[in-house]
DNA sequence: AAAAGGAAATGAAAGAAATCGAAAGTGCAT
DNA sequence: ATGCACTTTCGATTTCTTTCATTTCCTTTT
């Protein structure tokens, strides 16, 4: 760690905060030598951050707060297929270059995108799910546009209201969505008619729609259709898929990607 | 950096302004040398840009936040003047009915209408606030209702989309808002751009228009106004508010409620 | 468990720098 | 010239940091 010049003592508190947040514990002597100031004045400012409940107060230095987290406490829905997910969700990351501009719905798969933007410079992502905006806002060089709308308190995601109002049209360059199920008759099924909406304006908006699915969701139907395999680009799956579908998919001209998961 | 020329009083403080944006601090030496003013002048610049809430007055200098999401993140907004806040956002749930639109805008007194929200039935409250939305999604009886847009990440709220995509015009029937500031001659003032024509968005379709503010806010003259008290039909806040004010506001048909701090 | 030794915290005081308030000065426009 | 807005001067006050003496807290020893 090195020296730090002298500074204002708003400054100095922010930087001793920080230091405190990230090493979780500091002495009051670390900090003395690091500031080249004295003892005295950084107790001052230990108490100052302690007093507004910045801070824990101890003997010799000060630890970082926890209760103070500022964490959304969003409820842990137990996952299935969480691996598969996440190395699906890693693949699809690939595909999203500097600058672009993307679309993630509110699928558990696609919200596993997030870990994987982190790396990316000055992308913008659009999505309705509320969990997914708030992760993505931890990532400094991500803009975030959350699309307005009833909040549906299951899934933290925002239906009936339509993506126009939000931007100008065919300004999305990648989509990714997820899907409940995926059969050759029936195309992409999902059970809910607000979310298929939702969906549904996303995918006219893209130039290029990614589907997500693990290989439980093959073969599988539900309520509603929002999409045919001639509205997407690439599907990505992990092995288990069945292989004469795909086969089938590709010959209509639909790319499957299929992910190998590390157990 | 070069010297500059005299100017006009507007002029120099936009350049100091703009020269904080940049460098992120400043000290009253530096901008007197490079102005060629004295100490004293700078200083009033620097107060008054302080006061405007542009920048953040240190001794010595200055320093810029806003963009800077380790200043003043919505959590630590909300402990200042936690209780007052808490009562005056108690009285204002008072007014809401069961079956009632109403609006919270991104203020953190506003925010602190949710819990009292708990007893009501049937409500559907719009926010252009993330965290207020997930607050509320734990309430049942409430139909939560986000308006879209780009997230700005340090105050976890929605802004540059319009309320009219998300909902019909005129059918809230009332708006609850905060204000930065509040002064007879400037009205009702707040620092952001953004969220200043979204609170107005939200202002014009609310058929009543209540606004929140501690008793530090009185006085208070920042950037931009976003209404004047024509527009308001109830004020809400705390004893320590000047009686005077109060007075003249009451005589210009807005309604002053005071509400007393329990400590 | 009590006492001693040392490190850390506190309070008071002092010095330097920055700030504030009020009065005086400047320059521009009428 | 007069008024007005802005700037400066100057002394009084405040803020910040440090020093030093004293007290408190923690650890180790007995």
Redesign the interface.
């Known amino acids: 760690m090195k020296e730090i010049e002298s500074?204002?003592?708003?400054?100095r508190r922010?930087r001793i905060?920080?230091i405190i947040r990230e090493k979780r514990r500091i002495t009051v002597k670390e900090l003395g030598r690091l500031f080249t100031i004295s003892d005295v004045t950084i107790r001052q400012d230990l108490n100052a951050l302690s007093s507004?409940?910045?801070i824990v107060r101890t003997h010799g230095g000060a630890l970082y707060m926890e209760n103070?987290s500022?964490e959304?406490p969003?409820p842990l829905r137990r996952q299935k297929k969480k691996k598969e997910k996440e190395t699906i969700a890693e693949a699809a990351a690939e595909f999203v270059k500097d600058g672009e501009v993307i679309y993630l719905d509110s699928s558990s798969t696609a919200s596993f995108m997030v870990p994987y933007l982190a790396e990316k410079h000055e992308i913008t992502v659009i999505t309705n799910n509320?969990e997914t905006?708030?992760q993505?806002?931890k990532l400094?060089q991500v803009?975030?546009?959350?699309?307005?709308?009833?909040?549906r308190?299951e899934t933290?995601s925002?239906v009936d209201?339509?993506l126009?109002?939000?931007l100008p049209e065919g300004n999305i360059s990648k989509a990714f969505l997820g899907a409940w199920g995926l059969s050759l008759k029936e195309g992409l099924t999902d059970v809910n008619l607000k979310e298929i909406a939702v969906k549904r304006d996303a995918l006219l908006r893209a130039k290029r729609v990614f589907v997500l699915v693990d290989s439980t969701k093959w073969g599988r139907v539900s309520f509603k259709n929002f999409a045919g395999f001639n509205e997407v680009d690439i599907i990505i799956t992990d092995a288990g898929a069945p292989v004469d579908t795909i086969r089938a998919l590709t010959n209509r001209g639909v790319k499957v990607i299929t992910v190998k998961v590390q157990h």
Chains 1, 2 share one sequence.
């Open positions: 500074a204002f003592v708003e400054e922010n905060l920080s507004a409940g910045l103070n500022e959304l969003f509320i905006a708030y993505l806002s400094p803009s975030i546009i959350l699309s307005g709308g009833m909040v308190k933290f925002l209201a339509p126009s109002c939000i």
